[in-house]
């Protein structure tokens, strides 16, 4: 049907960037708003940014200035970029994406990416 596959998690200093890259494939017809997710530990996953398909963004307030969501429409990808990373941006990435196949029209989730924030 349809998969989302995470890319560049991993350990990273304070204050260090990292880009993540969310790849949709499959029985794709469009893909709709997309968006990145986290969950720390002992929390609930919460929405991080996401965009729709026409550009429109939105950021949780704990990250405005520092992480840039975009997407390339041509290769149905979604991008975090992260900079000045902090301690409390620790988590699991989630990348989401809302799809129209052929035949039905729903969101999925990608398996997620591990980002440690650490000296």
């Known amino acids: 049907q349809v998969q989302l596959v995470e890319s560049g998690g991993g350990l990273v200093q304070p204050g260090g960037s990292l880009r993540l890259s969310c790849a949709a494939s499959g029985n794709i017809f469009s893909v709709q708003t997309m968006g990145w997710y986290r969950q720390s530990q002992g929390k609930e996953r919460a929405l991080v940014a996401d965009?729709?398909?026409?550009?429109?963004?939105n950021y949780a307030d704990s990250v405005k200035g520092r992480f840039t969501i975009s997407r390339d429409n041509a290769k149905n990808t979604a991008y975090l970029q992260m900079n000045s990373l902090k301690f409390e941006d620790t988590a699991v990435y989630y990348c989401?994406?809302?799809?129209?196949?052929?035949?039905?029209?729903?969101?999925?989730w990608g398996r997620g990416t591990q980002v440690t924030v650490s000296s």
């Open positions: 965009i729709t398909s026409g550009g429109n963004t």
């Open positions: 989401y994406a809302r799809v129209q196949t052929f035949t039905d029209n729903r969101g999925y």
